[in-house]
């Protein structure tokens, strides 16, 4: 992606909506590590939850927007950002899109990564209150790995990687964030003749605080697209029998 060390809405042209106000101005977390109690930092277990069923060529579903921070300053302060979420039924996929960049920048998340990023969020969110997060590490890959999806494009998503997410956490001017980051993957192409004309992207971190990640998570809630899906079940006309 042409972001550095920063760089969901939907992942056709047609699918993109007009930006609405931009999400409240969030404020880092606060963080003072203390001796650590017994136990702290203990492994929890999230519960799974099941994937809803494809709708092949059913429309984007918007579900909402919140914010998240970008590094900034070469990666010595980060910015805030408007996130648009939503959920594309004929793939399955959460999709953040991005705004206030250079380019429409669009995250996708199938149900396999929603599950990593459910899991890492509940453990970071232990981590956090048991104060047993660590500054000055390279905490980046510390909950996790998982097969990203990434579109990107001026008008919309003409440019396509799948690179490695690792889910985790980095400390900015003394706050924590949780983190995911895409790391540098070779651009897709649908023939040989494309190989070496399709760009690949850079390495891109989001930063999120605790209600950031919230939202993230929330949008994420399975039963909830399962309901979304299920109405779309329901809504669809069908031809009458004969």
């Known amino acids: 992606m042409i972001i550095v060390s920063g760089a969901a809405a939907l992942l056709l042209a047609s699918c993109s909506t007009t930006d609405k106000a931009a999400a409240t101005a969030q404020t880092a977390d606060t963080y003072e590590p203390v001796q650590l109690p017994a ?30 921070f970008m590094y900034s300053m070469g990666g010595l302060d980060v910015s805030q950002n ?13 999709c953040m899109r991005l705004s206030g960049l250079t380019v429409k920048s669009y995250v996708l998340f199938d149900h396999a990564v929603r599950s990593v990023c459910r899991q890492a969020f509940g453990q970071y969110e232990s981590d956090f209150d048991a104060h047993g997060l660590r500054k000055n590490s390279d905490t980046y890959r510390a909950y996790g790995e998982a ?6 494009g001026l008008l919309g998503p003409s440019n396509e990687t799948k690179p490695k997410m690792t889910v985790g956490y980095k400390f900015v001017k003394g706050s924590p964030y949780f983190t995911l980051t895409l790391w540098p993957a070779r651009g897709e192409f649908k023939n040989q003749a ?35 899906v299920a109405k779309m079940n329901t809504d669809t006309v069908k031809g009458d029998k004969y």
Request: proline share 5%; hydrophobic share 40%.
């Open 39 to 68: 136990g702290a930092g203990t492994a929890i277990a999230v519960p799974a939850q099941q994937p809803a069923q494809l709708v092949e060529g059913a429309d984007p579903v918007e579900l909402g927007n919140s914010s998240v």
């Open 194 to 228: 494309q190989r070496d004309d399709v760009a690949g992207s850079d390495r891109t971190t989001i930063l999120m605080t605790r209600k950031q990640a919230a939202d993230m998570i929330g949008f994420m809630d399975e039963n909830a697209i399962a309901e979304i």
């Open 82 to 94: 408007t996130a648009y979420y939503y959920y594309w039924p004929a793939s399955g996929e959460i």
């Open 147 to 152: 097969a990203g999806h990434f579109k990107w």
